[in-house]
Structures are given as structure tokens and as C-alpha cells.
């Protein structure tokens, strides 16, 4: 019964989420294969600010607070990874694109 309630409180922002999974399936759909890296590449240089919250959050964390410690943690080292691997992907596929020296 207590989800019920929840959904029948927050049902405006439901939707508001269905609208934009479906918005954003159509979005990437039809994007050219041409943008797909450059935009990827952005997307992935975005998760530097997801970085930079977990280390604030880590930093404002109690000492005993293990559990914002150890996901402060892991934001930081899934992020890096994130952007560490977008740039690597970007540059292979902008290495296809340059001639090949004869």
C-alpha cells in the first residue's frame, strides 16, 4: 500500500521520466555515425565533474563513515576509468581517420 502512495504522490515526475528515456532513446537513434565519437568523447569528459563531487564528498565525510568513504571512493575510480577510456577510444577512432603515411 505504501508504494502505491508513492507512485499516486510522485506520478508527475513518473512520467516526467518515461518522456525522457523515450526522448532520449529517439535523440541517440538518430545521430549520425559521424558524431557519435566527438559526442561520446564530451560525454565522457563530463564524468571529471563526477570525479570532483566524489572527492568533495569524500572529503566532507566523518572519519567513521565508511559507507560515503568506500562509494566516494568508488565514484572516483569508476569515473576515471570513464573518462580515461573515452579519451583512448576517441583517439583510436580519430587515428582511423588520418592517412596512412606511405
Do not use: C, Q, W
Not at 518515461?18 to 561520446?40: A, D, N, R, Y
Not at 560525454?43 to 570532483?52: D, E, L, Q, R, T
Not at 564528498?57 to 573515452?86: K, Q, R, W
Amino acid at each position: 500500500m505504501d508504494i502505491l502512495g508513492f507512485l499516486s504522490e510522485h506520478i508527475r515526475y513518473i512520467y516526467l521520466i518515461i518522456l525522457m528515456v523515450f526522448l532520449g532513446i529517439e535523440v541517440i537513434s538518430h545521430v549520425p555515425s559521424v558524431l557519435h565519437t566527438p559526442l561520446m568523447s564530451g560525454a565522457n569528459a563530463i564524468h571529471g565533474v563526477v570525479i570532483v563531487g566524489a572527492i568533495i564528498v569524500m572529503g566532507h565525510a566523518e572519519p567513521d563513515n565508511y559507507l560515503a568513504l568506500i562509494l566516494g571512493f568508488i565514484s572516483v575510480i569508476l569515473g576515471t576509468l570513464n573518462v580515461v577510456g573515452g579519451f583512448v577510444v576517441t583517439d583510436r577512432m580519430l587515428e582511423m581517420f588520418k592517412k596512412k603515411k606511405k
